[in-house]
C-alpha cells in the first residue's frame, strides 16, 4: 500500500511539473499576443487620426476660400439680383455642400476614432485579465476595413 502512495505521488508530481509547464507556455504566449495586437490598434489609432487632420484642414480651407469669395457688403438677396453673380451663387452654395460633406467625415471619423480608443481599452483590460483578445483584434480589423471601404465608395 505504501507503494501505490509512492507511486501515487510521483505521478501527481509529474503531472504537477507538467502543468507547471503548461502554465508557463500559455503565459509566454499572451505575452507575445499583447505586443502586436497593440502595434495594430496604435496603427489604427494614428491613421484615423491623420485622416481626421485631413479632413480638418480642408475645411478650414474651404471655409476660408467661402469667405473669400464672398464680398462682406454681399447678401445672398443682393447678390441673386445680379446676373453676373449667379455663377457665385453656385460656386457658394457647392462649397457650402462641400462644407457640410466634410463636416458630416470629420464627424464620422471622430466617433470612429472613439470607437477604436474604446476598443483600445477594452482589448487592454482583457490582455490584463489573461484574456486572448486575438478575436477583439479580428473584429476590428473587419470594422476598420469596412469602413474604409463604405467610405471610399460614398466617394
Do not use: W
Not at 489609432?45 to 480651407?61: D, F, G, W
Amino acid at each position: 500500500q505504501i507503494e501505490q502512495l509512492e507511486e501515487s505521488n510521483k505521478n501527481l508530481l509529474a503531472k504537477v511539473q507538467n502543468l507547471e509547464v503548461t502554465l508557463e507556455d500559455k503565459m509566454q504566449d499572451i505575452e507575445y499576443a499583447k505586443i502586436p495586437n497593440n502595434e495594430t490598434l496604435s496603427d489604427i489609432e494614428m491613421e484615423y487620426e491623420r485622416k481626421l487632420s485631413a479632413k480638418e484642414e480642408e475645411i478650414s480651407s474651404l471655409k476660408a476660400r467661402l469667405l473669400e469669395s464672398v464680398p462682406e457688403t454681399c447678401n445672398a438677396e443682393t447678390a441673386s439680383k445680379n446676373v453676373g453673380d449667379a455663377d457665385l451663387l453656385e460656386q457658394m452654395e457647392a462649397l457650402k455642400e462641400k462644407v457640410q460633406e466634410l463636416e458630416m467625415d470629420c464627424n464620422e471619423l471622430t466617433n470612429e476614432n472613439l470607437e477604436l480608443l474604446f476598443k483600445l481599452k477594452e482589448a487592454k483590460t482583457n490582455s490584463k485579465d489573461g484574456c486572448a483578445s486575438k478575436d477583439l483584434l479580428s473584429d476590428m480589423l473587419k470594422d476598420q476595413s469596412f469602413s474604409s471601404f463604405e467610405s471610399e465608395s460614398s466617394n
